[in-house]
């Protein structure tokens, strides 16, 4: 998919590859389903005939949207057999100014993608397309066969659905991020439950996803109090046998879990009002192989 000097077909595509990248990884929920929806439209527009292209943007973006949904539909047949919580793939982003954009922030935050997860997969193709994008009612319509006024009616019941589930999003400053994390860190680090229950909402929730394949929670686990306990538990289990680093993952803080020189897990922090909402663990191998790889997202070209 690298330009060369000469081939336009890359060239277009190459500058709107962030946004196509953005577009399917909202859809799908995964970063690695969305390389494979690029490489698979960038074969179909590799044999498009240019001259017959008025607007390259609205064209490829529904060529992967059509794409996404197709994957979408054939994953969610896939999760029916999923064992435990199916988490979102983590998404390392590659310098976003959160506060300069808060609709592309919340759009990739966890939080969100989990809600969007709750959505027929039409409906959250329009969502994306429409709330994120600012696609037109006409232009969603095209790309999903469907009529304007279809499109409308999926538009107002997706955008109620997550309205209704959501709750209000603030950008969280990097230096608060960074501060959060290292209070949570040494609270749960020396074992001050106490200290750590000062962070956590009432109401936080650790929602673990391994798929069976290694050790983790099968069910979500609720209560400021079980979650401090549960850890102080693997805090101390980590800094016993390996190590953990901070990080920023999906606009928002995050730990890194090693045993020995292991890579064992990802945890997402979901911060509101200063306090500590959900833990989001990724444990699932095959969700952490392309972690490491920062990924550019943007809204527009």
Known sequence: MNATPGDEHAERFTLLRPLLFTIA?????????????LQESYLRWAG??????????????????RQSLNALRAASRRREEYVGPW???????????????????????????????????DERAVFVLREVF?????????????????????????????QARRKRFE???????SEITERFFDAAATGDVDGLLEMLS???VWTADS?????????????????????????????????????????APALKLYL????????????????ITHFYVMRNPDKLIGVDVPRQITRSV
């Not at 506060?99 to 997969?121: C, F, I, K, R």
């Not at 979500?220 to 980590?238: F, M, Q, T």
């Open 134 to 162: 600012g696609f037109s009612h006409d232009e969603i319509a095209q790309t999903l066969d469907k009529t304007p006024a279809a499109v409308r009616q999926l538009a107002h019941r997706a955008r109620e659905h997550v």
């Open 171 to 177: 950008p969280v400053d990097p230096k608060v991020s």
């Open 211 to 251: 798929d069976g394949k290694v050790t983790a929670a099968r069910k979500p686990i609720e209560g400021a109090e079980r979650v401090a306990k549960l850890l102080v538990g693997l805090v101390r289990v980590a800094g016993q046998a390996g190590h953990v680093e901070p990080a920023m993952y999906n606009n």
């Open 202 to 204: 009432a109401d936080v």
């Open 48 to 65: 498009v005939d240019l001259d017959t292209v008025v607007d390259t943007k609205a064209y490829l973006a529904q060529l992967v949207t």
């Open 25 to 37: 990884y909202e859809i799908l929920g995964s970063a690695t389903e969305a390389d494979d929806v």
């Open 260 to 275: 020995g020189d292991s890579f064992e897990g990802l945890i997402t922090l979901e911060v509101v009002d200063g306090r």
């Open 87 to 121: 988490l979102p793939e983590p998404l390392l982003v590659d310098a976003i100014d959160a506060s300069a954009d808060v609709v592309l922030a919340e759009s990739v935050s966890m939080a969100m993608l989990v809600v969007l997860e709750t959505l027929s997969p």
